[in-house]
C-alpha cells in the first residue's frame, strides 16, 4: 500500500425500486442486496466494499426513501436518511422510466441542505430512448446543486466504472478500513436470511411479503454441507396458510430457489429447513423490529 491510498464512505439513496440493490451488487461483482420488483426491498443499511490497489470505497445501500406507514417504515427512512449525513459523497439513484416524481423532487432539495457532495445516478438507460434522457437532466439541474449527473444501467453494467471514477474524485488519503478481499460486511447469517425473503418477494402477493421477517436460528457447518433452520414470520394466519401453499408447495418453492443462491454464495452443499410462525402486527413492536435485525442502534 502507497502513501497515496485513498478511501471514503458512499450512501447509495432513492426512492424505493429504482435499482440501488441491483447497481450495489454490480459494484460487489455479487449477490450481497436483495432485489425485487415489489417496493421498499431492502429494509436496512448493507454495506459493498470495492477495494482497488489504490483505494477502498464503502457503499451503504440504504432502505428507499418513502412516506412510512408503521415503526418498521420510520426506521427504514431514518436509516436512509442518516446515512447521507455519514458519508463522503451520495449517490442518488432514480429510475429513468418513471420520469422525476414529487418525492425526488424533495429529496434532491435535502440533499443540498445536508452540504455533501451529491452524484445523480439516471438508472435503467437501457429502457428508454436516449433522446428522453436530456429533459431529465435538465429538470434535475434546476431542482438541486449537483457534482456530476451520470446515466447507467446498473443491470447492464453500462455506465458503472465512470460512476467509480467520479467517486474516486471525492476521496481522501485514508486507511483500507476492511480486507482488500472484503466485498460486504453482512455476515452470512443475514444475507441467508435476506435470500430467503427474496424469494418470497419474487413468489408471493403484493402484501404478504412487507409483513414478513425472517430469523435464522441454526446455521452448522458440516463437512461437506452447511444445515440452516430459519423461521418465516407473518402477521396474519390467512398469510401462513398461503406462504405454506396447497400440500406445501409453495413452502417447499420458496425453499428450493433460496437453497441455490445460498449455496452460490457459500460455494457448498445446503440443507434449508423453513418454518413458518405468526406474529401478529410485528412491525410496530419496536422490540420485534430490533429483535429481527432491523436496527442502527438508535431510537426508532
Known amino acids: 500500500m502507497t502513501n497515496t491510498y485513498k478511501s471514503g464512505f458512499c450512501a447509495i439513496i432513492g426512492m424505493p425500486n429504482v435499482g440501488k440493490s441491483t447497481l450495489l451488487n454490480t459494484i460487489a461483482g455479487q449477490k450481497i442486496a436483495i432485489i425485487s420488483d415489489k417496493p421498499q426491498t431492502t429494509r436496512n443499511k448493507?454495506?459493498?466494499?470495492?477495494?482497488?490497489?489504490?483505494?477502498?470505497?464503502?457503499?451503504?445501500?440504504?432502505?428507499?426513501?418513502?412516506?412510512?406507514?408503521?415503526?418498521?417504515?420510520?426506521?427504514m427512512v431514518k436509516a436512509a436518511e442518516d446515512s447521507m449525513r455519514d458519508t463522503d459523497v451520495v449517490v442518488f439513484v432514480v429510475d429513468a422510466t418513471r420520469g422525476i416524481r414529487k418525492k425526488e423532487?424533495?429529496?434532491?432539495?435535502?440533499?443540498?441542505?445536508?452540504?455533501?457532495?451529491?452524484?445523480?445516478?439516471?438508472?435503467?438507460?437501457?429502457?428508454?430512448?436516449?433522446?428522453?434522457?436530456?429533459?431529465?437532466?435538465?429538470?434535475?439541474?434546476?431542482?438541486?446543486?449537483?457534482?456530476?449527473?451520470?446515466?447507467i444501467s446498473a443491470k447492464t453494467n453500462d455506465g458503472v466504472d465512470r460512476l467509480l471514477s467520479i467517486i474516486r474524485a471525492y476521496l481522501e488519503e485514508g486507511p483500507m478500513f476492511y480486507d482488500e478481499d472484503a466485498v460486504t460486511d453482512q455476515p452470512e447469517r443475514a444475507i441467508a436470511a435476506e435470500i430467503i425473503r427474496e424469494k418470497m418477494l419474487w413468489l408471493l402477493e403484493e402484501e404478504i411479503p412487507h409483513g414478513i421477517a425472517i430469523?435464522?436460528?441454526a446455521m452448522k457447518e458440516k463437512k461437506n454441507i452447511t444445515a440452516i433452520h430459519a423461521n418465516?414470520?407473518?402477521?396474519?394466519?390467512?398469510?401462513?396458510?398461503?406462504?405454506?401453499?396447497?400440500?406445501?408447495?409453495?413452502?417447499?418453492?420458496?425453499?428450493?430457489?433460496?437453497?441455490e443462491d445460498i449455496e452460490k454464495m457459500l460455494d457448498k452443499k445446503v440443507y434449508l429447513e423453513l418454518w413458518v410462525k405468526i406474529k401478529d402486527d410485528w412491525r410496530n413492536s419496536d422490540f420485534l423490529i430490533r429483535n429481527f435485525g432491523y436496527t442502527n442502534d438508535d431510537e426508532i
Open 46 to 75: 448493507i454495506l459493498a466494499i470495492h477495494s482497488t490497489p489504490t483505494e477502498q470505497i464503502i457503499f451503504t445501500d440504504t432502505p428507499g426513501i418513502h412516506d412510512p406507514h408503521n415503526k418498521l417504515g420510520e426506521f
Open 105 to 151: 423532487r424533495e429529496i434532491a432539495q435535502s440533499i443540498n441542505s445536508i452540504g455533501v457532495p451529491a452524484v445523480l445516478v439516471i438508472n435503467k438507460i437501457d429502457l428508454i430512448e436516449k433522446e428522453d434522457l436530456l429533459p431529465m437532466i435538465a429538470d434535475f439541474s434546476s431542482i438541486a446543486d449537483f457534482e456530476d449527473i451520470i446515466p
Open 215 to 217: 430469523e435464522i436460528t
Open 232 to 259: 418465516i414470520y407473518c402477521e396474519r394466519k390467512s398469510h401462513k396458510g398461503i406462504i405454506i401453499g396447497k400440500h406445501g408447495e409453495m413452502l417447499k418453492k420458496i425453499g428450493t430457489l433460496a437453497r
